[in-house]
């Protein structure tokens, strides 16, 4: 399997990220608190991965490999509380463009790690996504005033948050199967977002009452598609390109609230996405057009 492959897997873990925001307004609109649907959608997540797990991954993994992992769950649920919590403080356009961030924070992360200085093609290209964010966020269409400074300082943690987890999803545990080490994470995830918003509705008749229908699609879009896919193909990728690829986040979040909530989108704002796949597309283009090369390469040599 080629790079192209992991490269796609890691652009639909992040159009399922990108889904969230419309089924969580959804769930709202018929009355579920966001706590409700932020925790059931891990309760099935976790409950699903276990099935998994048990089905196709019985490997016994190092307790040094599970510590790791845990660090990636802390990562996981900070992102859901502190970008939630964003999301209250905030108008949502701004909320987005917060958690935009994590693409050059990511880039730098790997940086950091490599101690070695972005390529020209990746500084280019999360200078298009930022870009393509200003405008698909709708930036220019707010009138903007003050903002909530708690709301700023949620949304920049959740950039961080994010970045930090596609990172570790691609360094730690590259070695454990892949669900053990998203039934890791996730669990470890579960437990922090309990202490942030307890599930009280166990036991009220709430989740038969309805609320299974939300958590459950929040749990396959957001829970197991992409961490199951972020740890499949990050490993593969590398951060830098894992973490451009995850900017299909915003376009998958304009594009779902259009068809299923019927929400008007104006021209700026499409152009915005278009900017943005334009961004994701190019490190993608640049790997094509070496591979031609690389195999001259290999053929003289033999």
């Known amino acids: 399997m080629n790079t192209l492959f992991y490269s796609m897997l890691v652009f639909v873990a992040a159009c399922s990220y990108g889904s969230l925001a419309t089924i969580m307004k959804l769930g709202m609109k018929e009355g579920y608190q966001v706590g409700e649907l932020v925790a059931s959608q891990f309760i099935f997540g976790f409950l699903i991965l276990v099935v998994l797990t048990l089905i196709f991954n019985r490997k016994k993994v190092a307790v040094k490999s599970i510590r790791q992992l845990l660090i990636g769950g802390v990562m996981l649920s900070g992102t859901s509380i502190f970008y939630n919590l964003a999301v209250r403080e905030l108008p949502a356009s701004i909320s987005v463009l917060l958690i935009f961030q994590f693409t050059w924070i990511g880039i730098l992360l790997e940086a950091i790690a490599d101690r070695r200085f972005p390529s020209k093609e990746k500084v280019f290209a999360i200078a298009v ?22 709301g700023i300082i949620y949304g920049l943690i959740s950039a961080v948050t994010f970045a930090s987890y596609i990172f570790i999803s691609g360094r730690v545990g590259v070695d454990v199967p892949v669900f053990t080490k998203s039934l890791t994470m996730v669990g470890t995830a579960m437990l922090i977002v309990f202490m942030v918003f307890p599930p009280t509705f166990i036991g009220e008749g709430t989740i038969v009452g309805g609320l299974w229908k939300y958590g459950g699609a929040l749990a396959l879009l957001g829970t197991i598609i992409p961490v199951v896919f972020f740890a499949v193909g990050v490993p593969k990728i590398g951060t830098g390109l894992g973490t451009i690829l995850g900017a299909a986040e915003l376009p998958a979040a304009v594009v779902a ?17 278009i900017i943005i796949l334009l961004g994701i597309m190019l490190p993608q283009l640049r790997f094509r057009s070496q591979q031609p090369s690389r195999r001259k390469t290999v053929s003289s040599k033999v």
């Open 257 to 273: 609230s259009v068809i299923v909530l019927q929400e008007q989108v104006s021209w700026l704002r499409w152009i915005g996405i």
């Open 129 to 150: 996504l930022i870009v393509g964010t200003l405008f698909a966020g709708g930036l220019f269409e707010e009138s903007l005033g003050s903002f909530s400074t708690a």
